[in-house]
């Protein structure tokens, strides 16, 4: 998982790092993390948007 693989290296690259380094290091990766949530956040909403209309183009009868 690339996950996985990602979270290992990052903590091999602070943890190698020298102090105010190591705080820059943290800082973007909780920039990254916060735009990654974002990103998935949208992707479930569009999910759930297009699940919410397949369920009520059923429920009513509705092909497209």
């Known amino acids: 998982d690339i996950w996985n693989v990602d979270d290992a290296l990052w903590t091999v690259l602070i943890a190698r790092q020298d102090v105010s380094r190591r705080v ?27 699940l919410l209309g ?3 183009r059923k429920a009513f009868g509705q092909n497209h």
């Open 24 to 50: 820059r290091l943290l800082r973007c990766l909780k920039a990254r993390r916060r735009e990654e949530n974002w990103t998935l956040l949208a992707t479930q909403l569009r999910r759930s948007g297009r």
């Open 54 to 56: 397949q369920a009520a």
